[in-house]
């Protein structure tokens, strides 16, 4: 049972352009939706998050956009830098657990050409 | 400031033995989660703990067992390993409370071999 589900398990954009990535949730009791960036033999960064309560939150070249109706999020990378060439993990929290828990999705490549 | 740090780094360990992952949270941090990756998928949670008591478990057999130290260090227990085990073990820790505890930081991991 996916609750949190990244359909795309990859993405190739070219540097300058926006890259955008998707995610899919089925729980509405997740207070908390997180993006983590993954390099090889490295453990997740967290990159951004956004609130239930909201419907986009920004960060330098990162947005995220929150559609709640839909149970859908993005995250945004303007303009995205060969830098940024990694994998990307949604995950949520349930409103009831602090601290620790955290469900992913499976992850997207992003891969960014110079 | 040091970050999450795990050891070992790497390990290989045949079927039928144990294993014994370490990892020091973040100074200041007093919870510390496990995870587990297997290649081509997202962690999946195995157990949070704070002030050394067990708070949340994920889907994993009784093979698996944890604790957390006084100084919050923790340690990730798996017996008897079987193939399938074999992953990338994430330790993560965080502060608690509602604001602070909705980001996670992870170690590097300990990429465990079971042959």
């Known amino acids: 049972d996916q609750q949190v589900k990244q359909n795309s398990p990859s993405l190739s954009v070219q540097e300058g352009r926006i890259s955008i990535l998707n995610c899919d949730y089925t729980?509405?009791?997740?207070?908390?939706f997180l993006w983590y960036k993954k390099y090889p033999a490295e453990g997740p960064t967290f990159l951004i998050s956004?609130?239930?309560?909201?419907d986009k939150n920004e960060d330098g070249r990162f947005t995220v956009f929150l559609n709640k109706s839909a149970k859908h999020l993005s995250l945004h990378i303007v303009p995205s830098q060969p830098g940024d060439s990694a994998v990307y993990f949604c995950?949520?929290?349930?409103?009831?657990?602090?601290?620790?828990?955290?469900?992913f999705g499976q992850g997207t490549e992003l891969s960014v050409k110079p | 400031d040091a970050g999450v740090t795990q050891s070992p780094t790497h390990l290989i360990k045949t079927r039928g033995q144990h294993v014994t992952l370490r990892c020091s949270p973040i100074?200041?941090?007093?919870?510390v989660s496990w995870y587990q990756q297997v290649l081509g998928q997202g962690p999946q949670f195995i157990f949070q703990?704070?002030?050394?008591?067990?708070?949340g478990r994920g889907n994993f057999p009784d093979r698996f067992s944890a604790r957390q130290f006084p100084n919050y260090s923790s340690e990730l227990n798996v017996n008897a390993l079987l193939l399938g085990d074999s992953a990338l073990y994430l330790c993560?820790?965080?502060?608690?409370?509602?604001?602070?505890?909705?980001?996670?930081?992870f170690g590097s991991g300990t990429q465990l071999s079971v042959l």
């Open positions: 993560a820790s965080s502060l608690v409370g509602r604001q602070a505890s909705e980001k996670l930081f």
């Open positions: 729980n509405s009791m997740f207070d908390y």
């Open positions: 956004i609130s239930s309560i909201k």
């Open positions: 995950a949520a929290r349930y409103y009831y657990n602090q601290g620790g828990k955290l469900i």
């Open positions: 100074s200041g941090h007093k919870s």
């Open positions: 703990y704070y002030e050394k008591e067990e708070r």
